[in-house]
């Protein structure tokens, strides 16, 4: 199927009051087990590329975002490429020439004013290439190895009518909000504030999103979904299913040296994990 945009997949999904699951990809295995964890489910799903992943590949982008785009385009299930956590205006704007229909642009780490006008700046960039764009307001934590955010830390929630103004005056069309996840839990043990997610629902039109889900249990992330948020962000769940069956398949056969025996086996474990959490996103 010929790409498609995350904005037409995240209106889809919460018009039906669902979400689509936005899974980071990393390596060639990363993007083939979300293209097939998704067809199983037979559902729409969103490759996305953050520009931790862009600096692992030595600033390139290219080399996984067309391997993205090829995958995408020989799935039977609609799949839309997003560019995640940008923070250089550099990466930002090799964006759509890439094959992305979509960014979030993270300036979510400084003060107010400061990510409001760094975020206008790119929406307005963004929208003049037919980007679809999504911000962040308070911080959702652990992001760049860095603990996870006290709950009471300034930041650490994001408020509703200040979410409202700076959707107004940024004209983003999405927005990130932090509500009890953090990046990078290996542990699934997050809480959310359901009340706040409501709140933040009722002040909002555009779509909420969800970080760091992969922290997050399965049924806080059902009851998010039927609460308001509509594009759910995974990408340590991959990594832990990744990583576990490799490392499982080399202690089981030590002789093993050819790598497609244990990444085939890794990239079973990581669309097994995509299937399942599509599954979970849908249950609500
Ligand atoms: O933007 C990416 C996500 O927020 C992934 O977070 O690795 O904790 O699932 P996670
Ligand atoms: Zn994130």
């Known amino acids: 199927m010929p790409l498609i945009g995350s904005g037409a997949l995240v209106a889809e999904a919460a018009a039906k009051q669902g979400a689509v699951a936005a899974f980071n990809i990393i390596t060639l295995e990363h993007i083939e087990a979300v293209v097939e964890g998704a067809e199983r489910a037979k559902s729409p799903v969103i490759l996305q590329v ?39 205006d550099e990466l930002l704007r090799q964006a759509a020439d890439a094959g992305f229909g979509s960014v979030m642009y993270d300036a979510a780490h400084l003060p107010y004013e400061e990510n409001l006008a760094a975020t206008r700046a790119a ?48 004209g983003v069309d999405a927005l990130a909000v932090a509500v009890g996840s953090s990046h990078a839990m290996t542990s699934r043990t997050a809480a959310l504030d359901h009340e706040l997610i409501a709140r933040l629902r009722a002040a909002l039109t555009v779509p909420l999103v969800l970080h760091g889900s992969s922290g997050v249990p399965d049924d806080e992330l059902t009851r998010a979904v039927t609460g308001g948020i ?51 996103l849908g249950a609500g």
């Open 123 to 170: 929406a307005d960039w963004a929208h003049t290439q037919g980007l679809w764009i999504e911000a962040e307001l308070g911080e959702v934590g652990g992001k760049d190895g860095k603990a996870p955010l006290d709950p009471h830390a300034p930041g650490a929630r994001t408020e509703p009518q200040e979410a409202r103004a700076f959707v107004a005056e940024s």
């Open 50 to 88: 953050s520009e931790n992943a862009v600096a692992f590949r030595g600033g390139r982008l290219l080399p996984l975002a067309r391997a993205a785009v090829a995958a995408a385009e020989a799935a039977s299930v609609p799949v839309a490429l997003h560019l995640d956590h940008v923070k250089r």
């Open 230 to 280: 509509a594009k759910v962000n995974i990408g340590t769940a991959l990594n832990i299913a990744l990583t576990g069956a490799v490392r499982a398949h080399l202690a089981a056969h030590e002789s093993v040296v050819d790598p497609r025996k244990y990444l085939a086996v890794g990239r079973t474990a990581m669309a097994e994990t995509v299937a399942r959490m599509i599954g979970v």
